[in-house]
């Protein structure tokens, strides 16, 4: 099983596949699933911002379209343009979603460069659920 620093350096290399010609903010997100798959995202944005796509999701519909059946571990998620590159609130929804149980943690670089690890019930305790 890949350890924090190597999910995040996953999520850094992918970054910088985006293609965010209007934001000029490059995200990658490398997700990791209880079968030990790995899967990798970037944001594609599109000049109806509404439309852009981020990498937590890309990553996470990777996942799906590939056949992934096994829950979200954790999520890597990495900018050059910031530290500690928060999900959105979509994204943070998108991951509740997937939860199950499982606690997902959401790894981000700090800093001081190292790796900082939150639960995604910590950074979105209200999210919306049907349920």
Not at 21 to 34: E, K, Q, R, W
Not at 65 to 78: C, V
Request: charged share 25%; proline share 3%; hydrophobic share 35%.
């Amino acid at each position: 099983m890949k350890t924090n620093e190597e999910l995040l350096e996953e999520a850094k290399e992918v970054s910088l596949n985006a293609y965010c010609d209007y934001s000029g903010f490059p995200v990658g997100a490398c997700v990791l699933y209880s079968s030990g798959n790995i899967y990798k995202g970037c944001n594609v944005e599109n000049s109806s911002f509404g439309l852009s796509l981020c990498a937590e999701r890309n990553a996470i519909s990777n996942a799906i379209a590939a056949g992934e059946k096994g829950k979200i571990l954790k999520i890597a998620i990495y900018s050059p343009k910031t530290k500690k590159c928060f999900p959105c609130g979509a994204c943070r929804q998108w991951l509740q979603e997937f939860e199950k149980g499982q606690h997902i943690e959401v790894v981000l670089e700090d800093e001081n460069s190292l790796c900082s690890v939150y639960k995604i019930d910590d950074i979105f305790p209200f999210s919306f659920n049907l349920a």
